[in-house]
Every structure is written in structure tokens, then in C-alpha cells.
């Protein structure tokens, strides 16, 4: 089955690091992703995850998936006040379908 | 390029009326998508066409209609107008391995 689960809201200081929890269920997925929701914008595309892989970086953003738990991390090194957005989490359920988690609404705080 | 694109950016429709959203893509992508967004509940997949001269139904597809009209455009039509239909409607295309990628998105009011 797909179910992607995030928590809700998140708030962090200006400069200091987020990290934002995602669990999945379907253990067949090829891909996981992160997306970022900006206020009356799309979802961008920010970075993605190959399920062999345990870590990746991308400048500011480090992605870590553990595979035995289905959980999924984005980090956010020195949290700016564009980074405050809705950030996704998703998995690939098929070549077609990704399933999205509910979205945690991240809040940079001065 | 433009990417995905979508109009209109805003609609509000009356129940019972008709109405289609456009949705045009430049990157080459077989694949294009029709979710809507409501509070709280992430997205959800209305249809989706694998590629040009294929639909398939999503998660949440009654209501609703889809017509690939060539690779580049895939419209999403409301027949019958309901106020459950008041959501933000996204479209998105992908070439499968890297994800999807989102028009601004249309938001709809069904008074």
C-alpha cells in the first residue's frame, strides 16, 4: 500500500538547522522525493533519492533515507526566511505514480 | 522554456456549470498528471497519462474528465460543476526517473 506520513508544522530559528521526518510504507519504491510549496505557488521539485543510496548532498540540503525504518530526512543547514515553505515528501509508487505525504509547514522564526 | 504551464490561474464557477483547465508542457515529457490539493491532504491524483493517446484514472477521478490532446497539452474538464470540486487543481509532467514537475496551479471556486 502507499502511505506517506509527515508531521504537520515545524518551527525553526534563523541560522539554526531543520529537519523535516518523513515515513513511507512501500518498500518497493525506486525513488523518494522532497518538494517545496511556496505561498499560491507549484511544488518544486528540490532533490530526490535513489533507494540504494543512504545519503545524499546538495549544498545547503542533506537528504538521509534508512531503508529498514521506511524513513525519510531533509535537512536544512542555516535556515534563511525563504526557506519557510510547505515541504513534501513522496515516493514512487510505480514508474507513473508518486504518492504524497500531507505537507509540514515549516516556519522561520528571527 | 516555460515548463509546465496552466490557465486560468483563477475560476469561480457556479454549481452545475462546465469549465476545462488547460495544461501545456515544454520539456518533451511523456508523462502528465491532474492532482488537486485541499488543506491538509497533500495531493491527490485525478488522472494521469502515461503518454500521448493514454489516460488512466487516479485516485480521485469521479467528477471529472481528461483528454490528452497531443505530448505537449492534457486538459482536465468539470462537466457538472459540485462545490467538492473547490480545490487548487495541479498538472505536472515527468520523464519518469526524476520526478514530476508543476505548473503554478488553478484555483477553483464552485459556489
Known amino acids: 500500500g502507499e502511505d506517506v506520513e509527515q508531521s504537520l508544522f515545524l518551527s525553526v530559528r534563523e541560522g539554526d538547522s531543520s529537519v523535516i521526518n518523513c515515513t513511507y510504507t512501500?518498500?518497493?519504491?525506486?525513488?523518494l522525493y522532497w518538494y517545496k510549496q511556496e505561498p499560491g505557488a507549484g511544488l518544486q521539485l528540490l532533490t530526490y533519492?535513489?533507494?540504494?543510496?543512504d545519503m545524499k548532498q546538495d549544498q545547503r540540503l542533506t537528504v538521509l533515507l534508512n531503508k529498514k525504518d521506511k524513513h525519510l530526512s531533509l535537512r536544512i543547514a542555516d535556515t534563511q526566511t525563504g526557506d519557510s515553505a510547505i515541504y513534501f515528501c513522496?515516493?514512487?509508487?510505480?514508474?507513473?505514480?508518486?504518492?504524497f505525504g500531507a505537507g509540514t509547514t515549516v516556519t522561520v522564526r528571527a | 522554456n516555460a515548463g509546465v504551464t496552466q490557465t486560468p490561474k483563477f475560476q469561480v464557477l457556479k454549481t452545475g456549470q462546465s469549465m476545462t483547465l488547460q495544461c501545456a508542457q515544454d520539456?518533451?515529457?511523456?508523462?502528465m498528471y491532474w492532482y488537486r490539493q485541499d488543506p491538509g491532504m497533500g495531493l491527490r491524483l485525478i488522472y494521469y497519462?502515461?503518454?500521448?493517446?493514454?489516460?488512466d484514472k487516479g485516485e480521485v477521478p469521479n467528477g471529472y474528465n481528461v483528454s490528452r490532446l497531443n505530448k505537449r497539452e492534457f486538459s482536465l474538464r468539470l462537466e457538472s460543476a459540485a462545490p467538492s470540486q473547490t480545490s487548487v487543481y495541479f498538472c505536472?509532467?515527468?520523464?519518469?526517473?526524476?520526478?514530476?514537475?508543476f505548473g503554478p496551479g488553478t484555483r477553483l471556486t464552485v459556489t
Open positions: 533519492i535513489f533507494s540504494n543510496m
Open positions: 497519462s502515461a503518454s500521448e493517446g493514454t489516460t
Open positions: 520539456m518533451n515529457h511523456n508523462s
Open positions: 512501500d518498500s518497493s519504491s525506486t525513488y
Open positions: 513522496a515516493e514512487s509508487v510505480n514508474d507513473y505514480k508518486l504518492s
Open positions: 505536472a509532467s515527468s520523464d519518469l526517473t526524476l520526478g514530476q514537475y
